[in-house]
């Protein structure tokens, strides 16, 4: 009777949250040109869209307008690269967080910190909301610090629709300055703004089961703390510890934030990418997706100039499968040339690989004729190789050999191309 009581209320707080709030942080804003607007609690569903958006608007224009007067518009520099990281409850932002912040060498920014503070605590312990343009401000303003300018991941923002609008003003804003700066000393300091906005998602059942498991851990700890007296108690969530609040918190998540967010994609970079599985695999696809995006990053001039030049993980693709496509063409276009070169490599190659068994590493020198009589050559002795499993690289220098001596002294010199072949192979056992 409790458990079902309990879920009455929390589903009676998400709809409360979700249609009255947005109207209540309304009120708290400052009028607009002396103007005061009326509050309608009768608003239908489908009245939000306009609202959030002219609201957001209003609100976003107090806070940049605040900013710029505190840091001059000069100063108004954004980190050049932010992914947006929200998710599920129980999607494992926390640790996905650190781990693009180490692959990706940038900074990381949890809303939840920047409204962990004495003025923030001060608001909540007088029973007033920490709305919307509190958190923008508190957000903007760290931005700017100079320790995020490579850039930052910022986990837990949006998470409304008036957010995800201020994330499209935030976005129209930097290009501006980008525009407005981009012919001057400072351009480099007002790139073109990268937004990704990086979604976890889990679906519900799974969701429960983690934040439960959260909740059983927390548990756990907090009772061999106090058996035992060693370590510190932690700190769980409400909603880890009772079905019925782990699940409300859940469709808060898909009500408030997840429908909002994915509009986004039609305006920025969207990563949709599954947090099921091992945290192993949820890494792998988070490396995956973020592992080359000229074609998103880059500006339509500079990605035209490169397009011609393939990718690295191109050039590896089907490698053995070419290569035995190139030396059966060999075989059959060439079967004399092929022949000779791979004598050439078991008389004058291996004992050279041999004598450098324990660096696992030669250096073959290629000055036969037969290098310099088929252009062909030193391209089926590098197959050669690479099929049987040895490493190889080529280089091309030329020698300078005398043919003849004049009686003046003077020295006549025939170039002569030569090819250098490094070879790599594991190094013996001692």
């Not at 007033?128 to 957000?139: E, F, G, I, R, T």
């Not at 986990?155 to 001057?184: A, N, W, Y």
């Not at 290569?323 to 791979?342: G, H």
């Not at 050669?384 to 005398?402: A, C, K, N, W, Y």
Request: aromatic share 8%; with cysteine; charged share 25%.
């Amino acid at each position: 009777e409790h458990e079902v009581s309990q879920g009455v209320f929390l589903r009676m707080l998400a709809v409360c949250r979700a249609r009255l709030v947005p109207v209540l942080r309304l009120g708290a804003m400052r009028p607009v040109s002396g103007s005061t607007r009326a509050l309608d609690l009768g608003l239908d569903s489908a009245d939000y869209p306009a609202h959030d958006s002219s609201m957001a608007q209003n609100m976003f224009t107090s806070v940049w307008n605040n900013l710029e007067k505190l840091h001059g518009r000069q100063n108004m520099k954004f980190p050049k690269e932010i992914l947006w990281l929200n998710g599920a409850p129980g999607s494992g932002k926390g640790t996905i967080a650190k781990y693009v912040q180490e692959q990706r060498q940038i900074t990381h920014i949890a809303v939840s910190d920047l409204l962990d503070t004495p003025e923030f605590r001060l608001v909540k312990a007088s029973a007033k909301l920490v709305n919307d343009s509190h958190v923008l401000y508190a957000l903007l303003n760290e931005l700017l610090k100079p320790s995020h300018a490579f850039g930052t991941l910022v986990d837990g923002f949006p998470r409304s629709k008036i957010q995800v609008e201020c994330l499209k003003f935030l976005h129209s804003r930097m290009m501006e300055l980008h525009h407005e700066f981009r012919r001057t000393e400072r351009a480099q300091l007002f790139g073109r703004p990268k937004f990704h906005i990086v979604m976890l998602y889990i679906e519900e059942a799974h969701s429960v089961e983690r934040q439960l498991a959260r909740g059983r851990r927390v548990q756990e700890h907090n009772e061999e703390v106090r058996r035992t007296g060693e370590g510190q108690l932690m700190e769980g969530r409400p909603t880890d510890f009772d079905v019925v609040a782990a699940r409300t918190r859940y469709q808060i998540f898909r009500e408030e934030a997840y429908d909002a967010i994915k509009t986004l994609r039609n305006h920025f970079h969207y990563h949709f990418i599954s947090a099921s599985g091992p945290v192993e695999e949820v890494k792998n696809r988070v490396l995956h997706e973020f592992q080359y995006q000229s074609g998103l990053e880059l500006s339509d001039g500079a990605y035209a100039s490169l397009a011609a030049v393939p990718l690295a993980s191109e050039v590896g693709s089907h490698y053995r499968q070419r290569l035995i496509s190139q030396l059966e063409l060999y075989q059959e276009m060439v079967p004399d040339t092929l022949k000779r070169v791979a004598d050439i490599v078991v008389k004058d190659f291996m004992p050279a690989i041999h004598m450098s068994v324990s660096a696992g590493h030669a250096r073959v020198r290629c000055d036969q004729a037969i290098f310099r009589e088929h252009p062909q050559a030193i391209a089926i002795a590098n197959c050669i190789l690479s099929e049987r499993g040895f490493e190889t690289s080529v280089f091309h220098t030329v020698d300078h050999v005398p043919t003849h001596v004049g009686t003046d002294g003077s020295v006549r010199c025939e170039a002569r191309p030569v090819y250098i072949m490094e070879v790599g192979y594991p190094k013996g056992r001692r």
